[in-house]
């Protein structure tokens, strides 16, 4: 990203709306908006295979393993409004795991573009599955989209959820419902 670039953008679009860019409080207002969207962008840079680099262990167990809760931020592509909420993971082992915190870490590498919820919930499933080589993944996301409630239709307590299911958690009502009790849900 050209920072120099994005802040005279910023500066232009200041004036659209508007406003002054020369005035005191806006003067650093440009810089400001370039570094925080180099940071909510920055899941395009680096890839998934470095996010959980050294992080995947040998382990002989085949049981299911649960990160839930794990709180997110990202920007809708229609509209790059904020959407914010959680996402639980779980994955049924198959001879390795992975370091819990990559899978927090995996949640933000995609969570920090543009983004559908649809979408970032199906990409961390993928990600997970080919780090860890599970026998199944489900990945659920909960989220609330400031594009609905802010603007648009102004509903405020409108949550969207998400799921991804991939190998045994697709296959077996068991194992989904396995899944589904230990993230304190009693259907999707
Ligand atoms: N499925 C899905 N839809 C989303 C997501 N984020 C935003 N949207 C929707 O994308 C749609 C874009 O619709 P448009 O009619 O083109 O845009 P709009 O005129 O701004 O629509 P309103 O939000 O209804 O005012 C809207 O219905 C949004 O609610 C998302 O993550 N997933
Ligand atoms: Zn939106």
Known sequence: MDAAKVEGLVRELLR?????????????????????????????????????HRAV???????????RDIELYSLCEH????????????????????GVSKLARLVDHFARRLQIQERLTEEVAGAVQEAVK???VGV??????????????????SMMTTSAVLGSF???TATRA????LIGRRHL
């Open 134 to 136: 599970a026998d199944g």
């Open 178 to 181: 396995e899944f589904l009790t």
């Open 79 to 98: 509209h790059l409004l904020p959407f914010f909420g959680r996402a639980h993971i779980g994955y049924v082992a198959q001879g390795r795991v992975i």
């Open 170 to 172: 697709r296959r077996s």
């Open 57 to 67: 262990f040998a382990q002989p167990t085949n049981h299911m393993v649960i990160a």
């Open 140 to 157: 659920v996301v909960e989220a609330q989209h400031l594009c609905m409630m802010m603007r648009g239709v102004e509903k405020q307590n």
């Open 16 to 52: 659209e709306i508007g406003e002054d860019p020369a005035r005191e409080g806006l003067l650093q207002t440009p810089a400001r908006v370039a570094r925080a969207l180099a940071f909510l962008t920055s899941g395009y840079r680096g890839d998934a295979a470095e996010v959980v």
